[in-house]
Structures are given as C-alpha cells and as structure tokens.
C-alpha cells in the first residue's frame, strides 16, 4: 500500500493528512503489517508516544512542542523539517516605565537573515518549498519575546527584560547594549526562616538571600521586583514571578504558629509550606531552637530474677525527632507508664498528635499507646495475683511484645514464640475473587489476613514474577466483604495507576468503585474519599494533598514500589509516613538499592520502631554489614535482622517457590565479531578514553558500547541508508537477526532490549524490512496509549515483537504471551537486567524461555558479560545494597582491550 502525507502548517502546529486514510491504533496482524508502510508505522509510535494528536482517521496534528522531539527517522518519513541552528540577536528600544520593547533577528547560516514575513511560529516558510525550524531554545525566546508586557509600568518592563535574557542564555543569543548591561534575574525559590518566640514560631520567606522585610511592601504584598545593592556598587534587580509571589502570600497567611503547630512544623514543614520553598537548609536553621520534639517509644524488659521470677520493667524512651540531634546523649529519664498514660490521655481530648510535656513535645501514636497501656494493666494485674499468673504471661504476652513496638531485652530461653506460619489462618479467598491463587500466594494472603488480625502492619517483598499485587487485591477484597476496607489508600507510582485499576476490575470487581485521586480537578472533600473501597493515587498528588489525605481514617494504606519511599528525609516520605492507616503495607521487591537505610525507612513506615531509630539501626547492622569482609560474617548479621523482621518481612524468590514455572536457557553467543568500520571506531575511541584522564573514562566506555551495538550510533548518520548496509556494518545485528528469524519460524514473540533510541529504530527498521512487522518500541511511562500497544503485543496470533529500553521494565508490565528475551544491550546492574527478562519468566508463562545474549567478544562487551557473570549472586541478594551489586567502568575499560 502507498502511503502520501501531505502538510499543512498552522498557527499552532503541523497538519499532517494520509492519502488512503487510515485510522490508529494500527491492525496487528502479520499480514497487514508487511501491507502497511513505515510511514504509518511511524504514524502510530508518534500518537502512541502521545506526539500526535488523531483528529479523523487520515489526519493528525503536531503540536509545535512535540515537532521538536520527533527524532531524525520520523521527521525524515513525515516530510517535517528538522532544528536547524541560526544566530540570534536581540534588540530593545524606549526605556523601562516608558514603551519599551524588545525585538529579535534571526540569521541562517546558508539562507542569511530569516525574514519575518515567512514565519509562522517555530518555522520559517519559503515560497520555494523549503522549510525552515529553528531550535526549541530559540522557540522558547522568540515566545518570551513576543509576550510583551500589557502595561507601561517599570516592574512589569523588568520583568520582561528578565524572562528574555534567561531565554536568551539557554539560546546563546546576542544582546545589545543596554540589555547586556541590566542586571535583572528571576528569583527561582524561596528560603524559609523561621524563628522561636515566646509563646510559638514565626515563619518568614526569602529570596536571593534578601531579608524577609525586602520583598514585601509595608502593606504586605509580595514586590514582584525587588532592588539589591551589589559589591560592585551597582543595582540589581531580582524579579519575583507570580507563583513565587503567590507563595509568598500562603506563608504570610499562615506565619504564626502556636501549640500542636509547632511540633508538626519542626517535624514535617512541608505541610505548611507551599511549592517552590527550598528547605535545604531548614534543619541547620531550627537546630538552635530550645523547643525539643520526641518520638514515643515504649519498651517492656523482661527478665528473670535470682530465684527464677520473672521480672518487668516498663517505660517510655523519647526520642529526638531531629535526626541531626540523636548523636548527642539525651539526658532524659524514659517516661514513667503513668506519666505516659497521661499524655496519651491528653492526646484523645485534644485530638493531636502531639502534646505538651515540659518544655518539649512528645508524639503519641493512639494504636501504639493503647496496645502498650493495656498491657501494663495485664502485667500489673499478673503481679497482684501471684507466680502463677505472672508464669501465664510467658505464653501470652511475652511472644506477642514485639507487636506493640517494645524495645525486648529477654533471656532467649524465655522465649516460646510459636513461629508465625503455625498462627496463620485458614482462612480462604472470597469466591468473589476471580482468580486461583497458588500454594505461595495463599500464604502471603494468609500472612495479611495474620497481620490484619493482629492489627499490625508489613513489607510484602516477593521478587517480581510471584505475585504480590493478586496477594493484595485478594485481602482487601477479603476484608472488603467484612465490612472492613473502606476506605483504604493505595499509593503508587503514576505510571501504575492504570494497572492497578485494571487489576482490581478483572481480579475484584465487586470492589468497585476504585477511585483515582489524580488530575487537576481532583477533589478535595475528605467525604468524597472516604465513601469509596479503594483509592488509589501517585506518590507526587500525596505528597501535594498530604494535608487532605493525612486527615482520613483509612483501614488499608499500601505502598506500592516502596523503594519511592526510601528517603528518610524526603517530603514523600513524611506524607506517606503521616497517613493514618489501621494496617500499613509496603510493596516491593527491591527494598534495598543504594543502602540498608533504604530498609529501614521502609520499615519505619509499615512498623515504626521495630528497627529502633535510624541511628541505631546504622550502628547494628548498616555499618556491621559494610565492615563485614565475608560471607561467612555478613550471614550472622543478616540472620539476626531477618529474625527481628520476623513477622512482619515476607520474601519469597521466584526460583525456590515457583517450582512449576517452566525452564530458563540462557544462550550465550561470544564470538561475533567486529565490522572493520566498528573496529576503527573502536579503537580510536580507546585510545582517546585512555588519553583523557579518570573523567573521561564513564562518556568513553558508553561510546566503547554504542560503537559495539553498531558502528552510526557514533555518527548518527544512518538515516536513509538501506536495512542491508546497516546489517552488513554490524555483524552483531547480523547474528541477532539470524536468532529471530528461528523465533519467526516457531511463531513465538520475543521481547528486545536496547539502550539507545538510535539503536532501537535501527533495530525496528531491519525488523520490518526483513520480517515484514512492525516491532513497537515502548519507553519511559506507559501510558494508556502505549498500554494499549502492548495489550496488541499480548493479542497478536504468532509471531510478533516489541523493543523495550531496560528502565521501562523496572515494574508494571507482564508479558507472559512471549517467551524469547534478547539483551541487545545490557545494563551495568545484574539486577536490572533480571527485571527486564522476570517480564516473561514469571507466573503465567506456559513455555520453556529463551535468553539471548549477542555479545561481542574480545570487547568491552565480553568484559561486561563478565562482571555481570560475577555479579549475578550478589544481585539476588536483596540485602546487599546496589553499589555492590553494581559494574564499574573502571573495572570495564580494564578489559576494554581488543582481543581479537
């Protein structure tokens, strides 16, 4: 089928129309894809990418911002120009508080000076048919430019002068005299200081270093721009942009802070404090203050006496909730029960967090503070009634008493705990569950349902593949049906949302409806919230909506991909940390990547204090782990944190519990070779990384492997050569076609992994020239739209591909329906690369897998495999954080040398 596309530009963007019509998302089918041009093909990437708009079938709209990330391939196929490069001068004329403009000159290096009268936005148009787009960054001047100010007024003149000369430095502009010599910035972010008072905080913002008084008028209102002397005696003018001014009005309306306010700003400011507030510095700023806020944490020692008693000793340890002070000793005795029962007292009549002791503030957990009280009534009462009823507390309080986040000291031969797989329930999945969970997703179901009825919470870790989010949706839906679910929060990553939701609707559709809080017109009614079974949401709208989100009393919060809530100190962290939540769950099946800290904050979330604070948790076991040189020294180490975890950590490896999924075979091919052009390349690329010095070393080896997976990525220039010359240039692509060709023969799909877009287009060009289908190329989020092409992937009869980068693959997507993975290119992380292949090796998949490695031998590329090799093991240990785990460049160039 031929293909014509016509273009038409407007005011905002191209007009592109396809003679015969033809409708998107394309059909699937072998057949109609050998019939169907690149041209289309390209079509559909750019609307599933969402760079194209479909407006009828046959004609689609580009957004002039969209026309700038089009790469070479489908500007070339659609007829659309590309960024060409032009010098830019700028202009003004009049004087600020008068009218003052400014004006811009554009030069092409062969057409000369661009006239105006040809322009329309980003493009210029010649009568002869050439086309003409400048770069995004001159784009972006040219709008800056022409949003002249609507008033006279000096400020607004200012304002002006700034936005263009910010554009005009990304753009490498020229300006003219008067322009270069104003000293006019934007004001980026704003500073918070606070200050202790009498009787409370006060709040005041700045910016550039200005005193708080500076950008305001003496009635109050932001200055939108602001004067400042500088060291040179000369005037700079800082300009404050509206949404910055804006801020600054929210902080002034709420700048005194008095009672509970106090501790919860010192503990999580960014409750109160509105987008653009730079807090880099806030804990250096209050570390002065005399007001302390501690953390609660109960503890119940027992011990057995000379004559064999057992012996209790109960109390309160406060803890710094200043991570910056818990290095210096606190000289403060713990909490008596009784003075601790009378601020949890205080805390239910005031309905606060946080409540007044002394001249500090001390949170008290409600769930935490009833569990411990009553059992201090239950060991006190023991003691009135004698041995006997202190002996019963063996078997009853005493295996329970880490439950109640108690720091234990006790005598391992007091303790009887009956492992928790013995306590589990029998109960069984409702039959409204449309699913059959197996063996190993029935106990993580019954370990919830356990962890339920203890009202407690946990961090479900199952490596990927095993099932954890079917685990989930089957106890909520269980808890659903008794009446108690709703409402529960489920907080993810944005790029899930969709997948979540499609999850609960086929697996759970009696647990409609499941409400999305995204979008700018989300609400923001706390009844709106709590009449629905399920809400879910990103992690950015509960970090924005804390405030709204942390008032609701819900029964379930899950943390999805938990790794996003590792940060101790990060804003997500605290919004996800202050929700309310009956029983909190974390998600993930990498809870550590770059440090056993990580785990810790995990922890913290679905079970605070069970890992003590984060200081000790360094001394026990982060920094014990780094000095431990062997295995044989970590084992203790990681078997005393697991046992401590114990009930409330579940992981389960896809090779010990998934004895039913079929084989893998990794295939291995290390002797193809390089082309002469690759080999000329390669060592002149070399021999410049070795020359370069130790901050050449990471661009080179990346170069080393680009050149490696084929010689154009270097110079970019293979657009329009033929699918042949690009396979005769790169033997490697040459052998991997050759392994899809048996994959086409058994009418199987496979999944291909590439780094680089260049090297991705390559490979979907040969593919549709050799084979006649149009592989899909799937990066960055998926969206519906790019879910939608991988739901075609799933539907397709036969044969059938899609190329994936690495990093899309982290989580979200199964693909079970393939059962062939090529690693094109391969990541330095082991780790990664087993995510990338677990999207087909996992439950569902009905055949054996293939696993297939081109590698080009006696390269950097062997070297890789290599380290890989060696570091496999140590990717599957999910306490072992990533830069151990990880390849290093010096390690690679080490073995860069050509060997054959």
């Known amino acids: 089928m031929s293909l014509t596309i016509s273009v038409e530009y407007q005011t905002d963007g191209a007009v592109l129309t396809a003679t015969p019509a033809i409708a998107l998302p394309l059909a699937r089918t072998v057949a109609s894809s050998t019939s169907q041009t690149e041209q289309a093909h390209i079509l559909e990437d750019l609307w599933s990418n969402e760079l194209l708009e479909q407006t009828a079938p046959g004609r689609y709209f580009v957004r002039w911002a969209s026309l700038f990330d089009l790469d070479a391939t489908a500007s070339e196929a659609l007829g659309l120009p590309r960024p060409e490069e032009v010098d830019v001068e700028l202009t003004s004329s009049g004087i600020p508080g008068g009218a003052f403009s400014i004006d811009f000159s554009l030069r092409h290096r062969q057409e000369g000076t661009l006239p105006p009268e040809h322009r329309l936005g980003p493009a210029y148009l010649f009568p002869d048919g050439k086309r003409i787009l400048v770069p995004q960054s001159v784009w972006d001047l040219i709008c800056q430019v022409e949003n002249r100010p609507g008033s006279t007024r000096a400020q607004d003149a200012f304002e002006y002068i700034a936005r263009c000369k910010r554009a005009a430095l990304a753009a490498g502009a020229r300006l003219d005299g008067f322009l270069d010599q104003q000293d006019v910035v934007f004001a980026s972010k704003l500073d918070v200081i606070p200050t202790e008072t009498e009787d409370g905080v006060e709040i005041a913002v700045s910016v550039e270093g200005l005193e708080p008084d500076a950008i305001v008028s003496s009635a109050g209102t932001p200055r939108p721009v602001v004067t400042a002397p500088t060291a040179d005696g000369r005037t700079k003018r800082i300009v404050v942009p509206p949404e910055l001014r804006d801020s600054i009005r929210r902080v002034r309306s709420r700048r005194h802070l008095r009672n509970s306010e106090i501790p919860e700003f010192l503990t999580n400011p960014d409750q109160f404090l509105p987008p653009g507030v730079d807090l880099t510095d806030f804990s250096k700023r209050v570390r002065g203050f005399r007001t302390r806020v501690y953390n609660s944490r109960p503890y119940l020692h027992v011990t057995r006496s000379e004559r064999g008693w057992l012996e209790f000793d109960a109390g309160v340890h406060l803890e710094s909730a200043n991570e910056d002070d818990r290095a210096a000793e606190d000289p403060r005795v713990p909490l008596t029960p009784d003075a601790y029962e009378a601020l949890a007292r205080e805390a239910r009549r ?155 609707r086929r697996f759970a559709p009696s647990l409609s409806p499941v409400h999305v809080h995204d979008g700018p017109a989300r609400t923001n009614a706390i009844d709106d919230l709590q009449k629905y079974p399920i809400v879910l949401t990103s992690y950015d709208v509960a970090r924005s909506d804390q405030l709204l989100l942390g008032t609701v009393d819900w029964k379930v919060v899950v943390a999805d991909e938990a790794q996003f809530v590792k940060n101790p100190t990060a804003s997500r962290t605290s919004a996800v ?241 393939a059962n062939h993975v090529i690693h094109y290119t391969r990541p330095w992380n082991p780790a990664k690369e087993n995510q990338a292949t677990d999207r087909v090796h996992r439950r569902g998949q009905k055949r054996p897998v293939e696993i297939y490695l081109p590698i080009v031998g006696g390269t950097v590329e062997s070297r890789l495999a290599e380290l890989l090799r060696e570091k496999e093991q140590l990717a599957r240990d999910v306490m072992r954080p990533s830069s151990e785990r990880l390849v290093s460049a010096e390690d690679l160039l080490a073995g860069a040398d050509l060997t054959t």
């Open 350 to 504: 005031t309905g606060s967090r946080y409540v007044r002791h002394g001249d500090a503030w001390v949170e008290i957990d409600p769930a935490t503070s009833d569990q411990f009280l009553e059992t201090v009534q239950r060991v006190r009462a023991a003691k009135s009634q004698g041995a006997g009823a202190i002996a019963a507390l063996q078997l009853d309080v005493i295996p329970n008493v880490e439950l109640l986040e108690f720091d234990v000291s006790l005598p391992q031969d007091l303790v009887q705990r009956r492992p928790w797989e013995q306590e589990l329930p029998t109960t069984r999945p409702p039959a409204s569950l449309e699913a059959t969970l197996d063996e190993v997703q029935l106990i993580g179901f019954r370990w919830l349902q356990y962890l339920s009825g203890k009202g407690m919470g946990g961090l479900l870790a199952d490596e990927m593949g095993v099932g954890k989010t079917l685990q989930v949706i089957a106890h909520l839906l269980c808890l659903h049906e008794q009446g108690a679910a709703t409402p529960s929060l489920i907080v993810l990553p944005k790029t899930l949302i969709a997948n979540w939701f499609r999850e609960i």
């Open 577 to 817: 940390k202050a929700l309310k939540a009956v029983q909190p769950l974390a998600l993930t099946g990498t809870p550590v990547e770059n440090g056993l800290l990580e785990f810790w904050c995990i922890m913290d979330f679905v079970r605070p204090g069970l890992l003590k604070s984060r200081s000790e948790f360094r001394d026990d076991y982060e920094s014990r782990l780094a000095r431990a040189k062997t295995e044989e020294q970590r084992k203790p180490i990681v078997a005393d944190l697991l046992e401590r975890l114990d009930p409330h950590y579940l992981r389960r490896k896809k090779d010990e519990v998934l004895r039913s999924l079929p084989p893998k075979r990794v295939i291995e091919e290390s002797d193809i070779l390089l082309s002469s052009q690759q080999r000329s390349l390669y060592l002149q690329c070399l021999e410049a990384t070795r020359a370069g010095g130790r901050g050449a070393v990471l661009a080179g080896i990346g170069r080393l492997l680009r050149i490696c997976a084929h010689g154009r990525l270097e110079s970019a220039d293979w657009v329009g050569l033929s699918s042949q010359q690009l396979v005769d240039e790169c033997p490697k692509l040459e052998r991997t076609l050759q392994r899809i060709e048996q994959i086409r023969a058994a009418g199987e799909k496979v999944l291909i992994f590439a780094e680089w877009k260049e090297m991705q287009r390559i490979l979907q060009k040969v593919l549709y020239d050799r084979f006649g289908i149009w592989a899909d190329i799937v990066n960055g989020d998926v969206t519906d739209r790019r879910q939608e092409l991988l739901d075609s992937f799933r539907a397709t009869t036969g044969f059938a591909a899609v190329i994936l980068s690495v990093q899309v693959a982290g989580f979200g997507i199964n693909l079970v329906e």
